[in-house]
């Protein structure tokens, strides 16, 4: 079947540096990468999507300075986090599917830490 | 935009119980929606969808779901909940104007069953 593996599960990083999180899709060709954020106490908010030969597409409030992107083949992704702060905290999540009428199958998230 | 909302914060019934998850979106195109599952602390987890076709979709563990366009709503529901169903539902939705591509999540109903 269809699996996403996210590493690492859990993270803590110092307040000012980065963290680089990552996306394994397995049993599928991930065309298309959602990445989101649940901070705490709230919903997941969609970061950004990037689909495999086009451009990654930014959410409002999330910039490619603050949190790039790569998709370099269909079965892996890389997010990084950028300067962490304390309100960057919460589970980030990668969702992947393979083309438009399939569902998104969601990794276990990587929940950061920041102190 | 297309947006989606859960009226209920939180949920609490008795093993055994109905239960009804409600969900609202806002969007007068072609739309795709469904319902995820998130036990404590952990990624999501598929439930259900519709795209077309028959309004009523049946999921996993007994969750169905019916979708009305005349009351813009998609409520989950399940006959007879199990302790083990308790967890957070979030509603998504995704929209034609977007190619089905952008995955947007409601805040998340917290259902918690006492056995």
């Known amino acids: 079947g269809a699996l996403v593996y996210q590493y690492p599960r859990r993270t803590i990083c110092k307040s000012g540096t980065s963290m680089r999180m990552e996306c394994q899709a397995v049993?599928?060709?991930?065309?298309?990468v959602a990445w989101y954020r649940q901070s705490p106490q709230k919903t997941f908010e969609l970061i950004a999507l990037s689909t495999v030969n086009s451009a990654i597409k930014y959410e409002q409030n999330f910039t490619q300075e603050k949190f790039p992107i790569s998709h370099p083949n269909l079965s892996f992704s890389s997010m990084t986090v950028l300067n962490a702060y304390l309100e960057d905290r919460g589970l980030y999540l990668c969702?992947?599917?393979?083309?438009?009428?399939?569902?998104?199958?969601f990794g276990s998230g990587t929940r950061l830490l920041v102190i | 935009t297309q947006t989606v909302s859960q009226s209920d914060a939180h949920v609490t019934v008795f093993e055994g119980d109905s239960v009804e998850l409600r969900c609202n979106y806002s969007?007068?195109?072609?739309?795709?929606l469904s319902w995820y599952i998130q036990h404590h602390g952990r990624g999501l987890q598929f439930l259900l969808k519709y795209y077309s076709g028959n309004p009523v979709v049946q999921g996993v563990n007994g969750f169905k779901a019916e979708f009305s366009k005349s009351d813009s709503s998609f409520h989950l529901r399940k006959a007879s909940v199990h302790w083990s169903d308790s967890a957070v539902y979030f509603c998504?939705?995704?929209?034609?104007?977007?190619?089905?591509?952008?995955?947007?999540f409601g805040k998340g109903t917290s259902l918690t069953v006492i056995p």
């Open positions: 969007y007068g195109g072609s739309i795709y």
């Open positions: 049993g599928f060709q991930a065309t298309s």
């Open positions: 969702g992947a599917r393979g083309h438009l009428n399939s569902d998104y199958t």
């Open positions: 998504a939705v995704s929209a034609l104007n977007t190619g089905y591509q952008n995955f947007y």
